[in-house]
Each structure stands twice: as structure tokens, then as C-alpha cells.
């Protein structure tokens, strides 16, 4: 596939984004508060590792959305009141400079496409931030797949902007990446299969961890690992995946600091692996 695909961001949904600046500054982790999406009812709080970063959403005004609304099929929204808005991890990103390629690619891989779509929304600052969604799926496709997303600007200019507004700084627990996404899946070597087929990924072996009780494996991105599991046994994967099927469940954040104490912290519905 010639439409290289990057981590963007991971959505997460909270009941109350504007609480989540002060709750993980005292982790070590800054986050801003982000602005609102007029026509779909939400709004969000942003944490930044340089241009990736975590959305944590919430709703403002519930009759904009599901079931008083319609929305696009397989996007955010329609994966959000799906999962009924629980609070936990939700869906991922992957950005892209070719989206319009990319559909017509998804679409000869027999998915159905929705896209792309112009959004925009206004931050609190008043500047304008435009870009353009893709949505595309199977029907009954238990893993959503991405959602990908192309930014009107460039990448330079969001990284110049970000920074000089403090959005994108250090984190006070040391320079944060984001390390990988983990997944909960029924079958592992078919979710590996089609993600690897459809969006052009490399995967790596398939093995076995102790820690989650069963099978993994890895799909690269540039930026980040996008990590599935197939757990066999009771464990806190498995638990995930009884209680609201396959979705991502785990965020790693990585300081690139020897000695740092490693630990497993449960935010609002899901986990982040601190180290």
C-alpha cells in the first residue's frame, strides 16, 4: 500500500474531560483542555507526545448523538454509543497525507468506506482546526478497525503552533512517548491477518505472555506498536474482553529513563502502563 499510516491518537471516553488536567498532573503527565465539537455534542481534554496524543471525550449535549441523532457508520460515534458511552478506552487514529488514496484502497480490499468527511472545530484560543475523517469497516467486524484522519496543516505547522500555546511540553514525569496500543481479540492470527492485509503493517511473531495469559503479537507503525492479545485464561485481558469485547484496554507511555519505577495505573475505565 502506498499510503504510509501513522499513530494519531487514541480516544478515550470520560464523563468529565475537564477533571482529567488536574487528576494526571498528578501522575506526571500535562494535559490541556481542548475545545468542543459543535455539531456532534462533545468536547475533549488533550495529552500531547509531540504530535500523537490521547483524546479524553465526554458529551455536552447528549441529544446530539445516538439515539436522538444519526451518525456515520463505523466512525467514532457509531463505535461510542455502541459500547453504550462507557468510560474506557475506545477507538484509535491513524493519520495519513493521502486520504482519498487510501479510501480507494480500502475499498478494493472489499471494506465499506465512508469518506472522507471535512471536520472542524474551534479551539478556546478561537483558532479554527480543520481536517478531513475516513471511516471503513465490515459488517459484525468485532475489532473496529482505525479511523484515519489527514490534518489540513502540516505537520510542521501543528508542532510550531502546539508548542508555542503549551499544549505540546514536557511532561513533568520526563519526555513521555507513547510506547503501544494493546488490544483484547477472539482470534488472534485472523485480526493480525486482515489489519496486516488491509493497512499495509508489518507484523512480528506471535507468542506467548505470562503477564496476560495468552497469545500476542505486534503490528508496527512508524511511531508506536499496536499490540493484540488473545488471552486464554482469567486475567485482567481476559476480563476486558468478557466485559466489552475487543477493544484496546492498555496504553503504554515510556519516559526513556533508566530506573523509573514501572507500574500499571487504571484511568477511567482503562489501563496505562507507566514506565
Given at each position: ?5 501513522t ?41 500531547y ?12 449535549d ?12 463505523f466512525?467514532?460515534v457509531?463505535?461510542l ?7 474506557g478506552?475506545?477507538r484509535i ?5 493521502r486520504?482519498d488514496e487510501l479510501?480507494a484502497?480500502l ?8 469518506g ?6 474551534r479551539r ?19 475489532l473496529p478497525l482505525?479511523?484515519?484522519?489527514q490534518w489540513d496543516?502540516s ?26 496500543v ?8 485472523e485480526t493480525?491477518?486482515n ?5 499495509g ?10 503477564y496476560?495469559k495468552?497469545?500476542?503479537q ?5 511511531n ?8 486464554e485464561?482469567d ?9 466489552r469485547g ?21 484511568i477511567h ?7
Amino acid at each position: 500500500m502506498g499510503t504510509a499510516l501513522t499513530f494519531d491518537h487514541a480516544v478515550h471516553f470520560v464523563d468529565k474531560p475537564e477533571h482529567l488536567p488536574a487528576e494526571l498532573a498528578k501522575l506526571g503527565i500535562h494535559t490541556v483542555t481542548g475545545g468542543r465539537h459543535e455539531s456532534i455534542g462533545t468536547y475533549n481534554a488533550l495529552t500531547y507526545f509531540d504530535l500523537s496524543y490521547i483524546e479524553w471525550i465526554g458529551i455536552f449535549d447528549p441529544k446530539l448523538l445516538p439515539p436522538y441523532q444519526e451518525t456515520h457508520r463505523f466512525g467514532l460515534v457509531d463505535t461510542l454509543a455502541g459500547d453504550g458511552y462507557a468510560k474506557g478506552l475506545s477507538r484509535i487514529a491513524l493519520r495519513t497525507e493521502r486520504i482519498d488514496e487510501l479510501a480507494a484502497h480500502l475499498a478494493g480490499q472489499g471494506l465499506e468506506v465512508v469518506g472522507p468527511i471535512d471536520c472542524s472545530r474551534r479551539r478556546p484560543d478561537g483558532k479554527l482546526l480543520s481536517w478531513k475523517l475516513l471511516f471503513a469497516g465490515l459488517a459484525d467486524e468485532g475489532l473496529p478497525l482505525p479511523f484515519f484522519i489527514q490534518w489540513d496543516d502540516s505537520d510542521e505547522a501543528r508542532r510550531l503552533d502546539l508548542s508555542s500555546n503549551g499544549t505540546i511540553t514536557d511532561h513533568a514525569r520526563g519526555s513521555l512517548a507513547l510506547d503501544y496500543v494493546a488490544f483484547t481479540v477472539r482470534n488472534l492470527q485472523e485480526t493480525v491477518r486482515n489489519w496486516t492485509n488491509w493497512l499495509g503493517l508489518k507484523a512480528g511473531e506471535a507468542v506467548y505472555d505470562d503477564y496476560w495469559k495468552g497469545k500476542k503479537q505486534a503490528l508496527h507503525l512508524e511511531n508506536l506498536l499496536l499490540m493484540f492479545i488473545e488471552p486464554e485464561t482469567d486475567g485482567p485481558a481476559w476480563n476486558v474482553l468478557q466485559e466489552r469485547g475487543e477493544r484496546p484496554f492498555i496504553i503504554g507511555l515510556n519516559s526513556g529513563q533508566d530506573g523509573v519505577s514501572e507500574q500499571y495505573v487504571e484511568i477511567h475505565g482503562s489501563l496505562y502502563h507507566l514506565r
